[in-house]
């Protein structure tokens, strides 16, 4: 198991956990504020399906302990619904996991998907298969699922993601001949395919490698060491420096500031005047759009 379970707990759930749990631990919510539609049963029906979906679902080769379960949100706003089975929509995901030694999560995934478009009747059963398309909507669930598991892995273990990247890799190639957009990687350069395609090239290993080392050798340590663990993460903004210099623009470079900004800020604001000023100068010029969050660095 990955997850951190004392020794003792981890026996007594070898004896008396007969059953595992599955992999995600979802919470879905379903919007519908520009929908005039007043039977809103069936958008209740949908949400259930997906989180049945999501959840009940194996979607890792491990055993994971109901504790153990990824923690992920599904916010799924409805644009535009034809009031049979055709939904426009858009759709946030988040994903967490727990820090060592607190009762903090911290945010892996944080991401916006602007074209999450799908089918879907009242009653349908979600059919999914990894050798082929059978429809959208299970197509970005399963996207998503792998995903989310694979960035978690990747934060316990290096490069512990792969696999599950490869098996999202499979659904992108899979949806290339579908009718709804966001597989391809002509129709833009932030979609389902640009991500999946970062987190497989070799050429951005090292933000790979930049989330474990935050994580295991950064964030858990802090409950022990918080300069240490502090200090360990002040020493990788360099390496996310690099990176941005190679590979400017890319979309995995902004998932990670999506997620991490917030943290950043929270976790360096404890450094040193010398250091606070260091990583502002280094975080602004990596991530603009949040430049108003690590205006605190400078002014703390």
Known sequence: MKRYIPLLILLLLTFTVKTEAQDLNARVQILSPQVQNTNKRPLEVLQAAIRDFLNNRKWSNDNFGSQERIDCNFVINILEWDGSSNFKAEAQIQSARPVYG??????????????????????QPLDYSDQNYVNNLSSLLAYYAYI????????????????????????????????FIGWKAFESMRNRYWLVENLTNKDYNPIREVLYEYHRNGLDLMHDNQNKGRKHILSLLPTLQKIDKQKQGAMVNQVFFTSKANELVNVLSQASPQERVKSYNILSALDPANITKYEILRKN
Do not use: C, H, P, W
């Not at 945010?107 to 009242?122: G, I, M, P, R």
């Not at 694979?150 to 009718?179: E, I, L, W």
């Open 148 to 179: 989310i598991i694979g960035m978690d892995y990747d934060t316990f273990s290096k490069m512990g993601g792969s696999q599950y990247y490869a098996r999202a890799q499979n659904v992108v190639n899979n949806a290339q001949n579908a009718a």
């Open 102 to 123: 607190s009762s903090f999560n911290s945010t892996v995934l944080n991401l916006s998907d602007k074209d999450f478009a799908f089918t879907y009747s009242e009653g």
